[in-house]
């Protein structure tokens, strides 16, 4: 192959890349929650770009992205288009995004033990990652 096509080929590379990049995860927490900042520590970890906005107010936000009372956490993030809630695996978030389904997002319901960010002590509990739509329906989207 002709060396004339090599910048060509690195601009396509590039953009393969950027076009594989994971959208941008944009976290609401309160500024003192430490495992937020785990769960913030396992995204980046597995490839997502993430930005955290403190708040003392996440009720509003959490209200504003139409999260359900009862699937609520100690934080609240959206990633293209979609709410996350909770300590969600980015494998989950990843699935998600890969198959696009017409929900509203996903969540972790509580502070589980084992769940990312909540894996400190080495202490598990089962858990579900919960798919919830803008009715408020509710089905299980991932056991753990």
Request: glycine share 12%; with cysteine.
């Amino acid at each position: 192959m002709s060396s004339k096509f090599a910048p060509l080929l690195l601009l396509l590379g590039l953009a393969a890349g950027i076009a594989a990049a994971e959208p941008l995860v944009e976290v609401h927490k309160d500024p003192n929650c430490g495992c937020c900042g785990r769960w913030i520590e396992h995204l980046r970890a597995e490839g997502f770009a993430v930005h955290v906005t403190d708040t003392g107010d996440l009720a509003a936000v959490k209200r504003a992205a139409g999260v359900p009372a009862a699937l609520g956490s100690c934080h609240t993030a959206m990633a293209d288009g979609y709410v996350i809630e909770g300590h969600v695996p980015a494998a989950d978030l990843r699935r998600l995004l890969a198959e696009r389904p017409a929900l509203r997002g996903l969540a972790v319901p509580g502070m589980p033990l084992g769940a990312p960010g909540m894996d400190y002590d080495g202490r598990r509990q089962p858990y579900a990652t919960i798919a919830f739509d803008a009715d408020g329906r509710q089905a299980v989207f991932q056991q753990h």
